[in-house]
């Protein structure tokens, strides 16, 4: 597996692929990489001839007095694993060549960044739309494949790849999920062994109110309500509320495709997890 960590390098792989026919398949990460990621680079394999993928911890979408410099970092074990899943290259670029000095431009969409983790982390999704258009256009892949988990990111960057017309294919993959339905996420790892068990009620949470859903309710107050009654005490809810599965809108009906977002507080840990209402 090559490491790329310039520009120049990056561009030397991605020539040589287009060179060779080949269709590149993207997955872009901030590393400490779990079973979710690599999910996404098979089905990257499945969409592509070749697979890269970036360990890159975006500084943009982190606010003021979140967990940047203590975000998770295991570069020899990302490696690792790349490697043994078949990458073929991972591009590990630093703050400085992806922001150099006098860097001004932001990609901001509008509308659907409003809500849920837009209302909680204002600027994040700014941040993370100005470094996937950048990924994208330094890797120019065929193909880029972002994880349900983030669903609202993964709105986000359909609906900026549709604005702006981008040559890039979108995918992507189901939550992976830990035994007892835990969403795999890097963060996990800041969980106190208390935060962790009191952590598993919320995907036991928004699976009952998926299954009364399945059962007929259909009021999305007394669906969220259910949710909430069946999280663990310790729980902190930032947000937990039925959406419009497109448009991210509020809803009052359960008359469309919907979908169960949250993101909840073990102690200092926000989880995030969704679930389709359809
Ligand atoms: P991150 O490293 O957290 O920025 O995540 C990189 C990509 O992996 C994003 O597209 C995430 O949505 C995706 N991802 C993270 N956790 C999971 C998971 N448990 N299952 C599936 N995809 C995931």
């Given at each position: 597996?090559?490491?790329?960590?310039?520009?120049?390098?990056?561009?030397?792989?991605?020539?040589?692929?287009?060179?060779?026919?080949?269709?590149i398949?993207?997955?872009?990460?901030m590393?400490?990489?779990?079973?979710?990621?690599?999910?996404?680079?098979?089905?990257?394999?499945?969409?592509?001839?070749v697979?890269l993928?970036?360990?890159?911890?975006?500084?943009?979408?982190?606010?003021?007095?979140?967990?940047?410099?203590?975000?998770?970092r295991?570069?020899?074990?990302?490696?690792?694993?790349?490697?043994?899943?078949?990458?073929?290259?991972?591009?590990l670029?630093?703050?400085?060549?992806?922001?150099?000095?006098?860097?001004?431009?932001?990609?901001?969409?509008?509308?659907?960044?409003?809500?849920?983790?837009?209302?909680?982390?204002?600027?994040?999704?700014?941040?993370?739309?100005?470094?996937v258009l950048?990924?994208?256009?330094?890797?120019?892949?065929?193909?880029?494949?972002?994880?349900?988990?983030?669903?609202?990111?993964?709105?986000?960057?359909?609906?900026?790849?549709?604005?702006?017309?981008?040559?890039?294919?979108?995918?992507?993959?189901?939550?992976?999920?830990?035994?007892?339905?835990?969403?795999?996420?890097?963060?996990?790892?800041?969980?106190?062994?208390?935060?962790r068990?009191?952590?598993?009620?919320?995907?036991?949470?928004l699976?009952?109110?998926?299954?009364?859903?399945?059962?007929?309710?259909?009021?999305?107050?007394?669906?969220?309500?259910l949710?909430?009654?069946?999280?663990?005490?310790?729980?902190?809810?930032?947000?937990?509320?039925?959406?419009?599965?497109?448009?991210?809108?509020?809803?009052?009906?359960?008359?469309?495709?919907?979908?169960?977002a949250?993101?909840?507080?073990?102690?200092?840990?926000?989880?995030?997890d969704?679930?389709?209402?359809?």
């Amino acid at each position: 597996m090559q490491r790329l960590r310039t520009l120049e390098a990056i561009h030397a792989f991605t020539q040589a692929q287009r060179a060779a026919g080949r269709r590149i398949g993207f997955v872009p990460t901030m590393g400490a990489l779990h079973e979710g990621h690599l999910s996404l680079i098979d089905i990257a394999a499945r969409h592509a001839d070749v697979v890269l993928a970036s360990v890159f911890i975006n500084p943009l979408q982190f606010g003021p007095g979140e967990d940047l410099a203590r975000y998770p970092r295991d570069e020899a074990g990302d490696l690792d694993k790349l490697q043994s899943r078949g990458v073929a290259a991972a591009f590990l670029p630093t703050p400085e060549i992806m922001y150099p000095p006098g860097s001004q431009t932001r990609v901001r969409v509008e509308g659907l960044t409003a809500p849920l983790c837009g209302a909680a982390r204002p600027g994040h999704f700014e941040g993370v739309t100005t470094v996937v258009l950048k990924l994208l256009m330094i890797t120019r892949c065929d193909v880029a494949i972002f994880g349900e988990k983030d669903y609202q990111q993964l709105a986000v960057i359909r609906r900026m790849v549709m604005d702006l017309n981008l040559p890039v294919e979108i995918c992507s993959g189901p939550i992976v999920r830990e035994p007892d339905g835990l969403a795999m996420s890097s963060r996990n790892a800041y969980l106190s062994a208390a935060a962790r068990a009191a952590a598993a009620s919320l995907p036991r949470a928004l699976g009952e109110a998926a299954a009364a859903y399945a059962a007929g309710q259909r009021d999305p107050r007394a669906l969220e309500a259910l949710a909430r009654a069946a999280l663990h005490p310790m729980a902190r809810v930032d947000y937990l509320e039925i959406r419009d599965a497109l448009t991210l809108d509020a809803l009052n009906a359960l008359d469309r495709p919907a979908i169960l977002a949250a993101a909840v507080y073990f102690g200092q840990t926000r989880l995030l997890d969704n679930v389709p209402l359809a």
